[in-house]
C-alpha cells in the first residue's frame, strides 16, 4: 500500500518507529528474541509514548509531524526591507528559504513590487507551523507599515498570480490603540483558520465528481499601519469573476461570517465601523484597482 504521507513526514515517522524498536529500547522485553512465529510481543505503550516528542514538549527536537492539508510559505516586509539587499527580518531562530520567486503565471508582473518582499520559510506540518510561530516576532510588536503574509506554497502575496486574479479579500481594519492587546490573538486563529482548512465549509462537501471543491483560500495577511491593524483574507474567486457559480457568492459570504464570527469572536450583528475601522468587507481585486466606489460585501 502507497503510504499518504510526504516524504520528509513519512522519514519522521520511519524514525520515530525505529528509535521506539531499537533493540535496546526498554519497552521491549527482555525475552523477544524466544517469541515463537505468531505470538504478539507486548510493548509497554506508556513508555514507548514517553520517546515520542512533539513540538510542544521539545521545539527543537521534535519527532513527530501530523502534516498539514497544504504546504504553506510565510512572507514579510517592512521600511526595513525596502531598497536593502539583504533582508532585514524581526524573524529569530528560523533559517530563511532560499531561491527565486516561484514562476507561477503573472509573477512578471509583480517582479517590481515583490522585490521588497522577503520570503521567510516554508512548512508543510502542524509542529512546523508551531516552531515558526514561536520564534517570529508578534503583530504587535512589528514596525509602522510592516506586514506579514501568510500564503499557500507556490502562490506569491499579489493580485497577479494566477490562483489571485480573480480573487478578493475580506478584511477588517481595527483602531490600534483598542487592539494591541488583542492583535496577536487575532492573527493567531486566522493563520490557524487557514492552514486547518476552515474558512471554507464547503470543502466537506462532494463535488459531482465525487472530489471536494477546490479551497477559495489562497493566503491571510496582517498589516501595521500607524493608527491601526488591518487583517486580511484572500480568495481565488470573486462573485461576478468568469468561474462564478450560483453557489460562489453563498460561499465566499460563508467565509467572511466565519472569519467574523468564529475567528475574530464578534457577533455577527456586530458594527465595528469607525473614523479608523471597518466592519468585516469583501471587495475583489478587480474592483480594488478601479478608482472611485467599490462593490462590497458587508458581514
Known amino acids: 500500500m502507497v503510504s499518504a504521507l510526504n516524504g520528509p513526514t ?26 515463537e512465529p505468531g505470538e504478539i510481543q ?12 512533539t513540538v510542544f514538549s521539545d521545539p527543537t527536537n521534535f519527532n513527530v509531524k501530523h502534516p498539514l492539508y497544504s504546504p504553506w510559505t510565510l512572507w514579510f516586509d517592512s521600511p526595513m526591507t525596502k ?24 509573477v512578471a508582473a509583480a517582479q ?7 520570503r521567510v520559510i516554508s512548512f508543510d506540518s502542524v509542529e512546523e507551523f508551531w516552531g515558526l510561530y514561536n520564534n517570529i516576532v508578534p503583530p504587535s510588536a512589528l514596525p509602522q507599515k510592516a506586514n506579514y503574509y501568510l500564503f499557500k ?46 474558512f471554507d465549509p464547503s470543502l466537506t462537501t462532494l463535488d459531482p465528481s ?3 471543491p477546490n479551497s477559495l483560500i489562497t493566503g491571510v495577511i496582517v498589516s501595521t499601519r500607524p493608527q491601526f491593524y488591518r487583517i486580511s483574507i484572500w480568495t481565488r474567486l470573486a462573485p461576478g469573476m468568469p468561474d462564478d457559480d450560483d453557489g460562489l457568492r453563498e ?21 465595528l465601523a469607525g473614523p479608523l475601522a471597518t466592519d468585516v468587507e469583501f471587495v475583489s481585486h478587480k474592483d480594488s484597482e478601479k478608482k472611485g466606489k467599490s462593490k462590497k460585501i458587508t458581514i
Open 42 to 53: 507486548e510493548v509497554n505503550m506508556e513508555a514507548q509514548a514517553e520517546g515520542i516528542r
Open 83 to 106: 531598497n536593502r539587499n539583504l533582508p532585514q527580518t524581526p524573524i529569530s531562530a528560523v533559517p530563511q528559504t532560499p531561491g527565486p520567486l516561484p514562476q507561477t503565471p503573472g
Open 210 to 212: 465525487g472530489s471536494p
Open 112 to 118: 517590481g513590487w515583490m522585490e521588497d518582499i522577503k
Open 251 to 271: 460561499r465566499i459570504e460563508g467565509v467572511g461570517r466565519h472569519f467574523k464570527v468564529n475567528v475574530l469572536g464578534y457577533t455577527e450583528s456586530a458594527k
Open 153 to 198: 506554497e507556490g502562490i506569491i502575496p499579489a493580485w497577479e498570480d494566477e490562483a489571485n486574479k480573480h480573487g478578493g479579500k475580506w478584511s477588517i481594519q481595527l483602531p490600534k490603540d483598542k487592539n494591541k492587546p488583542h492583535v496577536d490573538k487575532m492573527w493567531l486563529y486566522t493563520m490557524l483558520a487557514a492552514i486547518g482548512e476552515t
Open 10 to 35: 513519512l522519514a519522521a515517522s520511519r524514525a520515530a518507529l525505529s528509535a521506539a524498536m531499537a533493540d535496546d529500547n526498554p519497552n521491549i522485553s527482555d525475552d523477544a528474541e524466544s517469541i
